[in-house]
Nanobody
Framework: DVQLVESGGGSVQTGGSLRLSCAASTYIDDSFVVGWFRQAPGRERERVARILGGNSYYVNSVKGRYTISRDQSRNMVYLQMNSLKPDDTGVYYC?????????????????WGQGTQVTVSS
């Protein structure tokens, strides 16, 4: 099994930046899709960004502001978040799955972290 642990959340003002980190307990190779999800109060969990090999995807609301990256040598995944807005507030989860179709087509990924809170105030 893969354990994922997020860090880097916090409280910032509108326009600020945060960098989330996700540490995996074991090596995750290129065959895994990895990504970040977020869940705001009263809202469904949504996929914010994912990366597989050299291909990344972002939900429209974060394009141009967020960047997902991974360092396989360190078993790490990152989410750089810039120009943050109050609507970005939520619990951010790191996730991974070796089943790429499931990772691309669903939000029911196999491995999840415990989440880290991001709060953006106006």
């Amino acid at each position: 099994d893969v354990q994922l642990v997020e860090s880097g959340g916090g409280s910032v003002q509108t326009g600020g930046s945060l960098r989330l980190s996700c540490a995996a307990s074991t090596y995750i190779d290129d065959s895994f899709v990895v990504g970040w999800f977020r869940q705001a109060p009263g809202r469904e969990r949504e996929r914010v960004a994912r990366i597989l090999g050299g291909n990344s995807y972002y939900v429209n609301s974060v394009k141009g502001r967020y960047t997902i990256s991974r360092d396989q040598s360190r078993n790490m995944v990152y989410l750089q978040m810039n120009s943050l807005k109050p609507d970005d507030t939520g619990v951010y989860y790191c996730a991974a799955d070796s089943d790429v179709p499931r990772g691309y087509e669903t939000t029911s990924w196999r491995y999840w972290g415990q989440g880290t809170q991001v709060t953006v105030s106006s």
